[in-house]
């Protein structure tokens, strides 16, 4: 008898600066919400990279669920979280500056998150407080320039888990620990709203070559291990 069938995640990177994004013909497959949501941005850097990043999101769900980018339909979960209508696909997106990843998994929860690692945003003690007490700890103890880094290991690692049920950042973050060494990525407890910490999976990727400036990035699945299959998309 064999085993359970292996899960596959399949993650792209995205450089959202690329003109080829940022062309009326990519973005045509954009509904009306998504072009509100994006006049909302005062930067314009900051909406072209929206509109890059859900244009892309549309594009890589259309190759892989085979429906044209501009008919899928998005809805919201119990929970909150973005989904296709009437497919099993699970999928995330996150962007930091210009920067994003797109990761999708059929029928297992997924999650991704990437920041661009700031020092003086680590360092903030309202951002710090939305970490367990051990976490706080732990982190603290570490030389500066360890510290940062295991910040934003910590924060991407939490995030993409929340993103992979739907919940919140501000009434999440503190609901779950998650390691911070860069050898072991892996979830440690939670309050029990999040199921057993035996079924998920947390994974650091690999930023690829545009990627310019430095970035973490986080990815989390629920159910068996995973094969994560990564790719720039193009």
């Known amino acids: 008898m064999s085993g359970p069938k292996e899960p596959i995640v399949r993650v792209w990177h995205v450089d959202l600066d690329r003109p080829r994004f940022a062309?009326?013909?990519?973005?045509?497959?954009?509904?009306?919400?998504e072009r509100v949501r994006a006049a909302r941005y005062r930067s314009a850097p900051e909406r072209a990279r929206f509109l890059a990043a859900r244009s892309t999101l549309r594009h890589v769900l259309s190759a892989v669920i085979g429906a044209a980018a501009e008919r899928i339909v998005f809805r919201s979960s119990a929970t909150g979280k973005l989904e296709c209508a009437d497919t099993p696909w699970q999928f995330?997106?996150?962007?930091?500056?210009?920067?994003?990843?797109?990761?999708v998994a059929n029928e297992i929860r997924v999650g991704v998150d990437v920041e661009r690692i700031d020092k003086t945003y680590a360092e903030l003690r309202d951002v710090a407080t939305l970490f367990t007490a051990?976490?706080?700890?732990?982190?603290?103890?570490?030389?500066?320039?360890e510290a940062t880094d295991a910040f934003y290991r910590c924060w991407t690692r939490k995030e993409a888990v929340l993103k992979a049920v739907g919940s919140g950042i501000s009434d999440g973050l503190h609901r779950i620990a998650v390691t911070h060494e860069p050898e072991v990525s892996k979830l440690l407890w939670t309050d029990g709203s999040f199921g057993n910490t035996d079924r998920?999976?947390?994974?650091?990727?690999?930023?690829?070559?545009?990627?310019?400036q430095r970035y973490a990035a986080a990815l989390a699945t629920e159910g068996n291990p995973p094969r994560i299959v990564t790719t720039v998309w193009e």
Do not use: K, M, N
């Open 200 to 212: 998920w999976f947390l994974f650091d990727l690999d930023l690829p070559p545009f990627a310019t």
């Open 92 to 103: 995330s997106l996150s962007h930091s500056h210009g920067y994003a990843v797109v990761a």
């Open 23 to 33: 062309s009326s013909g990519y973005q045509t497959c954009l509904d009306e919400d």
């Open 134 to 145: 051990q976490e706080r700890e732990s982190i603290g103890a570490l030389p500066p320039t």
